[in-house]
């Protein structure tokens, strides 16, 4: 009898060991959605050991004020237009073990909210026909009557 106790009890502390022991401990990614917001214009950012700048997007999530620059190929399955504002859902993983020569922060497309063309009008203002005559002169042209 006091076998079958001490191999009941050994049984026990051997299977609340096994469990406890394969917990898993090791630190894990950050993993959330956000909504970001992509510029209809872009920007550039000189990378690291380059004397060239390269175009990028300007990117901000939803909470932040300012735009900041974001590789093209940052956002993963996300094609750019330039000239087009966006409103994303992205997965945003915040990587424990980051590259050496690459960010910890990774984006993923969930899905496309809205996608919107901007167009610019451009116009002079002028107050006057001597403004317009200073402005033909200026440029070298001859205004006609």
Excluded: N
Aim: charged residues 30%.
């Amino acid at each position: 009898m006091k076998t079958k106790r001490l191999l009941g009890l050994l049984l026990l502390i051997q299977s609340i060991t096994g469990f406890v022991a394969c917990s898993d401990d090791e630190p894990q990614d950050k993993v959330k959605t956000v909504k970001m917001l992509i510029s209809d214009k872009t920007g550039t950012y000189q990378p690291w050991g380059s004397d060239s700048p390269i175009d990028c997007m300007l990117v901000k999530e939803e909470s932040e004020s300012d735009y900041k620059t974001l590789d093209f190929q940052g956002i993963t399955d996300f094609v750019y237009e330039k000239g087009y504002e966006y409103a994303l859902w992205v997965e945003k993983r915040t990587l424990v073990d980051p590259p050496a020569d690459g960010s910890s922060i990774v984006y993923k497309l969930i899905d496309v909210i809205s996608k919107a063309k901007v167009e610019y009008e451009y116009t002079i203002k002028v107050d006057g026909p001597q403004q317009l005559a200073d402005y033909y002169c200026y440029y070298g042209f001859q205004p006609h009557d």
